[in-house]
């Protein structure tokens, strides 16, 4: 292929001849994107340099101008690492920013943006950015596993209420409640995995809408640039007009990151009551905690509130990408800018409460005492005397009412029920025996729930020492 001559570089970023003066100061304010979209800014420039290799390949670069190219761009990351890049609004977005940075100092970079289009890279900015984003992510988001399984781990013998409608239901082994959570965060794991796979598909070489008429080599691009199957094939977008307009990637991170946002939150309110007077069961250690700046004793749960509380934007962040999505025409629209702040605020919010969760954890102690008076509660051990009634043979709707007539009972007479005796026991029902007194024993009625998943002894301690053998795999890994 015949080389074009470059152009000079006072020619270089403007976006054609049509214009004949530059945007006023306001407009350039209202739609620049630089102000934060600069965090795309080794994303662009990877991107830049798989596209400049290609050219080379396909002949429309030199291999001098490739090196030239490759070498400008190099520059420019690390001054933009080292805060000595200057960003220029009046030139819109990272990716002219970077263009123009380029072009100034290497004439050459004007045959860069060939069979390019700002559409398909930010596209392609955006997936990789994410990706990276993700991979983080699904790393700290181990680590919290790690705390909860830690946190529980810590204490296997201490039980607890467990609660529906917040009201005492059956005694819970404290390990078991955190490895529900542990069970939820693993499903957030497995949606964000899931979401990168799908999102791992390079969009370059769809131009601005229908491709190129030049020769790309878009399976190299993408090779370089790592989207890459499990095979090492190169996985490309199948639709040019899709690939620039789609921002699904965005959207399953935003609902996958919400729901995890909403686990954060419910872990937190959990913490929150453990933490309070009234439960006592956790004492959450002063740096992640505050006082208050009337009230002395104050020893206020803010990171876990702080947590419940930012689980509201993510949610929003979320209903703002749909909202932004619905009713655009086919391709790119200028809205989809608006994708960007969104999806940045959601990645901050969830990568930051994940951590500050996990560290918050390592810095909680279990109140042994607290947890025990609360689970001696021998009504929480009613359904063990339904099931007594159900192996000796009775339906379970009648030894139901029968255990409610004795907790009536109990209540009547105002003692608590495993104070009443065997006689009043059995005067309510018959089949009642010496034994029944023995179900009242915590230890025993824990022993007794060792169906898989139950929050019996044996159960929590495999559970346990599974999940330990499962996170111990590192960061990012599947646990299964
Ligand atoms: N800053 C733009 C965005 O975030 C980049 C793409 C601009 N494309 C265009 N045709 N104006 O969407």
């Known amino acids: 292929m015949k080389h074009p001559r ?36 080794s994303q662009d420039i990877a991107g830049s340099i798989a596209h400049a290799t290609m050219l080379e390949k396909i002949g429309v670069l030199t291999r001098r101008e490739r090196r030239d190219i490759v070498a400008g761009l190099e520059d420019i990351g690390r001054e933009i690492q080292a805060g000595r890049f200057t960003w220029r609004e009046d030139l819109e977005d990272v990716h002219m920013n970077i263009e123009a940075a380029l072009t100034t100092r290497v004439p050459s970079a004007a045959k860069l943006h060939t069979a390019r289009s700002r559409n398909d890279q930010v596209a392609l900015d955006m997936r990789l950015w994410l990706r990276d984003e993700i991979a983080a992510l699904a790393a700290e988001l181990r680590a919290l596993q790690r705390a909860l399984v830690n946190l529980g781990g810590r204490h296997p013998e201490v039980v607890i209420p467990g609660y529906t409608h917040l009201q005492r239901a059956q005694p819970v082994f404290f390990a078991h409640h955190c490895l529900a959570y542990v069970e939820m965060f693993e499903r957030d794991a497995g949606r964000l995995a899931d979401a990168a796979v799908r999102l791992n598909e390079c969009p370059l070489g769809s131009g601005a809408i229908a491709g190129s008429t030049l020769p790309l080599d878009r399976g190299l691009v993408a090779s370089l640039l790592g989207f890459t199957d499990a095979k090492g094939r190169p996985r490309l977008t199948r639709n040019s007009m899709d690939a620039v307009s789609d921002r699904d990637f965005i959207v399953e991170f935003g609902a996958a990151a919400a729901l995890l946002a909403i686990h954060l939150s419910r872990l937190s309110e959990d913490l929150i009551l453990w933490a309070s007077s009234e439960f006592g069961f956790i004492r959450i250690s002063d740096a992640y905690t505050t006082g208050s700046s009337l009230m002395p004793q104050k020893k206020n749960p803010d990171i876990a509130e702080l947590t419940r509380g930012k689980s509201g934007r993510v949610v929003g962040n979320l209903v703002s ?26 990645a901050d919010t ?55 007539a004795l907790v009536a009972l109990a209540e009547k007479t105002g003692r608590p029920i495993d104070r009443l005796t065997l006689a009043e026991h059995q005067a309510i029902e018959p089949r009642f025996e010496a034994d029944v007194l023995g179900l009242y024993d915590l230890t025993r009625a824990m022993d007794r729930k060792n169906l898989p998943g139950a929050p019996g002894g044996r159960q929590v301690a495999r559970q346990l020492a599974d999940w330990k053998r499962r996170l111990a795999a590192g960061p990012g890994t599947s646990t299964r």
């Open 6 to 41: 470059t152009p000079k570089p006072s020619a270089v970023v403007s976006r054609s001849g049509r214009f004949a003066e530059g945007p006023s100061q306001e407009v350039a304010r209202f739609s620049q994107s630089v102000s934060f979209d600069w965090r795309l800014w």
């Open 321 to 346: 990408l749909l909202v932004l999505l619905k009713g655009l025409p086919m391709t790119y629209n200028r809205d989809l800018q608006e994708d960007k702040e969104r999806l940045f605020d959601t």
């Open 350 to 404: 969830v990568r930051s409460c994940v951590r500050l969760t996990a560290a918050m954890l390592d810095h909680t102690t279990v109140q042994p005492g607290p947890c025990a008076a609360a689970a001696k509660d021998p009504l929480l051990l009613a359904t063990d005397l339904a099931d007594y009634l159900v192996r000796k043979g009775m339906p379970f709707r009648q030894a139901h009412h029968a255990v409610g």
